[in-house]
T-cell receptor
Framework: DAKTTQPNSMESNEEEPVHLPCNHS???????IHWYRQLPSQGPEYVIH???SNVNNRMASLAIAEDRKSSTLILHRATLRDAAVYYC???????????FGKGTHLIIQP | DTAVSQTPKYLVTQMGNDKSIKCEQN?????MYWYKQDSKKFLKIMFS???????INETVPNRFSPKSPDKAHLNLHINSLELGDSAVYFC?????????????FGPGTRLTVL
């Protein structure tokens, strides 16, 4: 799987939107962009994924750049429960296991 | 109902012992995985099974042997435990192996080798 780059940590206030960036300049045409998060002392949890178009679900939105070399996970209204490590992962064709990087540690201030 | 469950949640044992961690999923998925998260919090794939067949075996020592008695279970047996095996082990499952499938993770098993 191709490599992604994310900030080590970000801080936001409760009830404000959060934009988590991810760079993946070596993405290939068949790579899907996945986001997972890991809350403290829990297993990773799927958040959202996309290929080319922006995606929305009940948890978040995913904005994908036109050249697909970067993407942004958007939490529309952060709560304290959103404090977690967020991982941006590329999955190529035929991929099986997820390749986790260091992720972004999101801190939410009350 | 828990989708992916693991037992035990905690496991403390002595070096040299043999231990097993069990994983079960009730999602009807055909693909299951084992991941290891070390003390520095890096998560790494160890094994992947599809329809009870081994698909991925990353550079994991032979002391680690996964066993899949059926599609709903993937157990991890570890022989001759070493200090470096101390970690949190996560089981996961997905439907199929496509790159747009999401994986569902269990709560983890914290293994401590003394």
């Amino acid at each position: 799987d191709a490599k992604t780059t994310q900030p080590n940590s970000m801080e936001s206030n409760e009830e404000e939107p959060v934009h988590l960036p991810c760079n993946h300049s070596t993405i290939s045409g068949t790579d899907y962009i996945h986001w997972y998060r890991q809350l403290p002392s829990q297993g990773p949890e799927y958040v959202i994924h996309g290929l080319t178009s922006n995606v929305n679900n009940r948890m978040a939105s995913l904005a994908i750049a036109e050249d697909r070399k970067s993407s942004t996970l958007i939490l529309h209204r952060a709560t304290l429960r959103d404090a977690a490590v967020y991982y941006c992962i590329l999955r190529g064709g035929g991929a099986d296991g997820l390749t986790f990087g260091k992720g972004t540690h999101l801190i939410i201030q009350p | 109902d828990t989708a992916v469950s693991q037992t035990p949640k905690y496991l403390v044992t002595q070096m040299g012992n043999d231990k097993s961690i069990k994983c079960e999923q009730n999602l009807g998925h055909d693909t299951m995985y084992w991941y290891k998260q070390d003390s520095k919090k890096f998560l790494k794939i160890m094994f992947s099974y599809n329809n009870k067949e081994l698909i991925i075996n990353e550079t994991v020592p032979n002391r680690f042997s996964p066993k899949s008695p059926d599609k709903a279970h993937l157990n991890l047996h570890i022989n001759s435990l070493e200090l470096g095996d101390s970690a949190v082990y996560f089981c996961a499952s997905s439907q199929g192996r496509l790159n747009n499938n999401e994986q569902f993770f269990g709560p983890g098993t914290r293994l401590t080798v003394l």
